[in-house]
């Protein structure tokens, strides 16, 4: 019997993050730390690319990180896709404050123009989530976080309010259906997403209500990209500015920009298969470090290799490539 129930399970798991053709468009928010790393550019092109192909709704994109330079440069990726009118957020209380070495968000304001100048002028994170969630259909909501998890601590640690009179758990577990993060080395390592706020990234993978599928950092590692997008002359978009700017600066991308930030919001929209398989368990956070807890039933998977890395490389630099409607 506890075979057959196994079976079910793990069928009905496989079959719920399938790609499939006539699949209904997902409704996500991303979550980005977008500016310690230039991948955030690309996989928001991911996901505008998927939202024109009537995969996806976006929802919102909210900034993780408090550095000042993060929801313009939000705005104006969303602006130049056509969809400047998506709500965005920021952290208002503790939180991490990063910019990019390359400067690639000095190069995009300098160049673009945006209504919000700075990050801490753009609405607080959590309240834009509560917004968001208590309006959408029960169990419909993606929330994909490519950056810290300070928002999602946040949002946790949230009381009832004129918004909603659930709590922040009670709303996440009311609402949304699954949350994918870029986030951990699997099975156990130190990666950015996860140290950056260690006790929010703890609280956060302790406590989420739902299942959480992870992105670690040796599967988008071995994905790398950029430089078609560079070298295409028909592109002309912030996308192309920023990696044209930021790989020859940046050592070790002379191959490409390592893409974990796309996986995420790949898996979050397509599913997992055919791309990646799936290993079930439990991750557990100590002192920013991540370990795994190997367990058939667990709430939680990360992504293992399936299919071969240059493929999934052609579909998500082909994606970002996408030079939206005119």
Request: glycine share 8%; no cysteine.
């Amino acid at each position: 019997m506890y075979k057959f129930i196994l079976a079910l399970y793990l069928s009905t798991f496989s079959t719920l993050y399938a790609q499939t053709s006539n699949r209904q468009s997902v409704s996500i928010i991303l979550d980005t730390d977008i500016g310690p790393d230039y991948d955030d550019v690309g996989a928001m092109a991911v996901l505008h690319a998927l939202a024109d192909r009537g995969e996806v709704i976006p929802l919102a994109v909210i900034a993780s990180n408090k550095n000042e330079l993060v929801v313009p440069a939000i705005e104006i990726i969303n602006t130049y896709f056509g969809r400047p009118e998506l709500p965005a957020g920021a952290p208002k209380g503790d939180g991490a404050s990063y910019g990019a070495s390359q400067k690639w968000p000095e190069m995009l304001v300098a160049k673009y123009p945006q209504k919000i100048t700075k990050t801490s002028d753009a609405p607080n994170a959590v309240e834009v989530y509560r917004k968001i969630l208590s309006g959408q259909p029960d169990k419909s909501v993606t929330i994909v976080t490519i950056g810290f998890l300070t928002n999602l601590k946040d949002l946790l640690d949230s009381k009832p309010d004129k918004i909603s009179l659930l709590s922040g758990a009670e709303l996440v577990k009311k609402k949304v259906k699954h949350l994918v993060s870029m986030a951990g080395v699997f099975p156990q390592g130190r990666e950015y997403n996860v140290y950056a706020d260690s006790s929010a990234s703890e609280k956060v993978f302790t406590n989420w209500p739902t299942q959480i599928i992870f992105s670690g950092f040796e599967i988008g590692k071995q994905i790398k990209t950029g430089l078609k997008v560079i070298a295409n002359e028909n592109l002309h978009s912030p996308v192309k500015d920023v990696y044209a700017l930021s790989m020859p600066l940046s050592k070790g991308d002379v191959d490409g920009r390592m893409s974990w930030d796309q996986t995420a919001v790949l898996v979050a929209i397509r599913g997992v298969q055919p791309y990646f398989g799936l290993k079930r368990g439990k991750i557990i956070i100590e002192g920013g470090n991540n370990k795994w807890q190997d367990d058939p039933m667990g709430q939680h998977g990360y992504l293992t290799e399936a299919m071969p890395f240059t493929q999934i490389t052609e579909v998500i630099e082909g994606l970002m490539m996408w030079a939206g409607k005119k």
